[in-house]
């Protein structure tokens, strides 16, 4: 009995931390208006979802530089910009980790990345929460309607985590085809798999 005692403390401390950890709302739906924001860029300089007048959208991604999962889908997330970015579709991504909780996810070290695209500071995790991310990585498309943008795909790049040479179903991009031929997704939400995002701790 003495022995299960310690396992039992660890359980309750580790379901504990699951309710801490865990942000404060469900965050956006697919047809949600998603509200713009002014984050740091690792240049140093602030950016929002306005700046870019020309674009007819988003690929906005909650990533870090930790995550296992992260690191599987750089190359991807990077592969996407190039493609999408000249269509209208740029990639924004977003780190919203807690550099207490993961050093490896600092500002300083988020720098050492050499994006063609925005890479963001979630500082205040509001951006995130307010999102509904969970996961890095996690990504939400984001479609120009008139003045607003409007979520049209929230999930998972694509079917394979660790290896984009196994990859069966593009989720974004079928999405992006679909969207950009002027129909909604068909598939619109799909699990975003990844590192759970390092809540800042009360």
């Known amino acids: 009995m003495k022995k299960l005692l310690p396992f039992s403390l660890l359980c309750f401390a580790l379901l504990l931390s699951s309710f801490v950890l865990r942000p404060e709302s469900g965050g956006y739906q ?3 208006k ?20 020309a674009a007819k959208g988003y690929i906005v991604v ?12 750089e190359s991807r997330i990077i592969a996407l910009n190039e493609k999408y970015a000249p269509l209208g579709y740029p990639v924004i991504a977003i780190n919203p980790n807690d550099p207490v909780v993961a050093p490896g ?13 925005p890479y963001l500071l979630d500082e205040s995790q509001q951006v995130a929460k307010a999102y509904g991310a969970t996961r890095t990585p996690h990504l ?3 479609k120009r309607q008139a003045n607003d943008l409007v979520v049209s795909y929230i999930g998972a790049i694509d079917d394979n985590s660790e290896d984009a040479k196994l990859v069966k179903t593009n989720y974004l991009e079928n999405a992006l085809a679909e969207i950009m031929a002027g129909k909604p997704a068909s598939t619109s939400t799909t699990k975003a798999i990844g590192c759970t995002i390092k809540w800042k701790q009360a």
């Open 30 to 32: 697919v047809g949600d």
């Open 34 to 53: 998603a509200t713009d924001f002014k984050l740091k860029n690792i240049d140093g300089k602030m950016v929002s979802l306005a700046d870019n007048k």
């Open 62 to 73: 909650f990533t870090c530089n930790t995550c296992p999962y992260a690191k599987a889908y």
């Open 105 to 117: 996810d600092s500002f300083e070290a988020m720098k050492t990345k050499k994006y063609a695209f």
């Open 140 to 142: 939400y498309l984001l």
